[in-house]
């Protein structure tokens, strides 16, 4: 049996009035740094913490054949609480109390699917550290995906 965890670290960045938005991810395998990232127009800041996830989710599971689990660490409140509601989201068709389609159905349906058939666990991180003497895959991803949004919008 299989025991590798594999560790992942997702972020995403959005520039409101230009509606451009960025994500990225460090996936650590075999103690090898990958880095994956995207830029997005006409999207979210939740959009873009979603897609980091759905992303990374992608990749370990097409490229990274032999995994026991996927450890996603994220600083996102809305990526974590996805998890919390899924069945609630799915119960009521994805729509909210007023019959309306929740924000981002797409993704977040997407992002349920993974979540329901791969070994997932998604771990909350605070946002914006200060840099320790530790490394700081949190820091790194953050500051991967702000250089991104800045590059696309100058």
């Not at 097409?62 to 996805?82: A, C, N, P, R």
């Not at 998890?83 to 349906?109: A, C, H, W």
Request: contains cysteine.
């Amino acid at each position: 049996m299989n025991d590798k965890i594999i560790i992942a670290y997702t972020d995403g960045s959005c520039h409101t009035q230009l509606k451009t938005g960025a994500w990225a991810s460090i996936i650590i395998n075999n103690n090898e740094k990958l880095k994956l990232n995207g830029l997005e127009q006409n999207t979210t800041h939740n959009r873009m913490e979603i897609q980091a996830c759905i992303e990374t989710i992608q990749y370990v599971v097409e490229k990274i054949l032999s995994y026991k689990e996927i450890h996603i660490f994220t600083d996102s409140q809305y990526v974590v609480g996805l998890l919390d509601r899924k069945n609630k989201l799915k119960e009521g068709n994805f729509l909210t109390k007023k019959g309306e389609s929740i924000q981002n159905p797409d993704l977040v349906q997407k992002f349920i699917f993974l979540l329901e058939n791969y070994p997932i666990k998604l771990l909350k991180v605070k946002a914006h550290q200060k840099k320790s003497e530790l490394e700081n895959l949190n820091i790194e991803v953050d500051m991967m995906v702000r250089r991104l949004l800045r590059q696309a919008i100058n």
